[in-house]
């Protein structure tokens, strides 16, 4: 599926909200510059547990696929679950947020299957 340039976003937010298993993932975008904040600390810090390879894939897939890498600040609140589950509720809310963005309805995050925890060999998540 070819890749649409996302569209120009001058204010605002956006809100996602991910659930996987028993955690729980309040995201808001707001335009910026790509950091993300996880309960207060870097997403780095947070997901520490991670590889660093695998920790920066799985971070910016739903912004890779969308096109809007280094466009949005994001500000994260995960509740419950271990570090796997809060990542892919972290993806799907960050997913939905983009969805919401797109306007598109089941936009391309969700379409190839960012956050749901489904891989999708092939198609850049």
Do not use: W
Not at 16 to 22: A, L, M, V, Y
Not at 58 to 83: E, S, W, Y
Not at 94 to 107: K, N, Q, T
């Amino acid at each position: 599926m070819p890749q649409s340039p996302a569209p120009a976003v001058t204010t605002g937010f956006y809100q996602g909200t991910g659930r996987r298993k028993e955690a729980v993932a309040r995201v808001v975008l707001r335009p910026g510059t790509g950091q993300i904040e996880v309960n207060g600390k870097s997403a780095d810090v947070h997901f520490h547990a991670l590889l660093p390879l695998q920790r920066e894939i799985l971070l910016f897939d739903p912004f890779r696929v969308t096109g809007t890498m280094n466009q949005f600040d994001a500000k994260v609140r995960i509740n419950g679950g271990g570090i796997p589950a809060q990542m892919s509720a972290f993806r799907l809310g960050v997913a939905r947020a983009l969805d919401s963005l797109l306007g598109a309805g089941r936009g391309p995050c969700l379409e190839i299957g960012c956050g749901t925890g489904v891989r999708a060999p092939g198609r850049g998540c």
